[in-house]
């Protein structure tokens, strides 16, 4: 039984605190967390905000930029985190439990959002790692259904166990209040193993390259067409460089909040 008090953390004018709700530890390298919502804070589905915890010896808060996995209808705000033993941040977060109190930032931000997309007819959500956090905000978001025809959500990971959220994606979130109905007809989930057996196997751009991504029950050409396809890219640096090369070399055009596009990716994660 655990008996430790729950972990209060000063004020500070910069943030708001927030309590957390629940922890879920997927394995040893990746866990999910969730806190409250402030009423008054307001975000769009696939923008990030900053998260913390207090320094050493009073010195500012160590914080760092988190997706919010959640859609921006929920009730409580979810984030999906790697475990980095000795992290600055992430060493001392994946040891926090219900009741434990973070640092929240107070303005959300990014471009990993419907604002910053041209219209059309297929979305494509291609994440690596913990890249998948903002997209699980999306896949819950009315919106997005009403905006695209289909959905189509690809996780690469390394390992079996890395693949947080699997279960409910393959349900096509069944559960969900506002899109189990949309989800259904509409999205389409593509998870791929690189080092340890699966179904699907090999990175996003081997799937690209082999036309395994645009198989059945994806609708539609076999490959990337700017007349109907949007892409929103968050992961691994090396993935989003690659794959946005691909996607400029079919023609299709980097947006932002000020200039939609074809394609997205969040510049405040990629080295």
């Not at 879920?24 to 307001?42: G, I, M, T, Y």
């Not at 994946?94 to 931000?109: H, I, S």
């Amino acid at each position: 039984m655990d008996v430790r008090a729950p972990a209060l953390i000063p004020d500070n004018p910069a943030f708001q605190r927030v309590g957390v709700r629940w922890v879920r530890h997927w394995n040893e390298h990746l866990f999910s967390f969730a806190v409250d919502r402030p009423a008054s804070f307001r975000f769009r589905s696939g923008e990030f905000v900053m998260i913390g915890l207090p320094g050493e010896q009073d010195a500012r808060p160590v914080t760092r930029a988190y997706s919010i996995a959640s859609p921006a209808w929920a009730e409580e705000l979810e984030f999906l985190s790697i475990k980095v033993p000795g992290g600055p941040l992430t060493g001392r977060l994946q040891a926090v439990r219900a009741g434990d109190q973070l640092y929240l930032g107070r303005k959300p931000t990014g471009t990993l959002v419907c604002d910053a997309l041209l219209g059309g007819r297929r979305l494509w959500l291609l994440a690596t790692g913990t890249g998948l956090a903002p997209f699980l905000s999306l896949a819950r978001d009315p919106e997005v259904y009403e905006r695209f025809g289909q959905v189509v959500i690809v996780h690469g990971v390394r390992r079996v166990s890395d693949l947080a959220w699997r279960e409910q994606l393959v349900a096509q979130l069944a559960g969900d209040p506002l899109v189990s109905e949309q989800a259904l007809l509409q999205l389409h989930y593509l998870p791929t193993v690189t080092r340890e057996p699966f179904h699907t196997a090999g990175r996003i751009t081997a799937l690209i390259g082999d036309g395994r991504l645009f198989a059945p029950p994806v609708m539609g050409p076999r490959g990337f067409d700017a007349a109907i396809d949007r892409v929103m890219l968050c992961g691994s640096t090396e993935m989003i460089r690659e794959i946005s090369a691909l996607l400029a070399d079919a023609g299709l055009r980097e947006g932002s909040n000020a200039n939609p596009g074809h394609y997205v990716i969040e510049r405040a994660f990629v080295g």
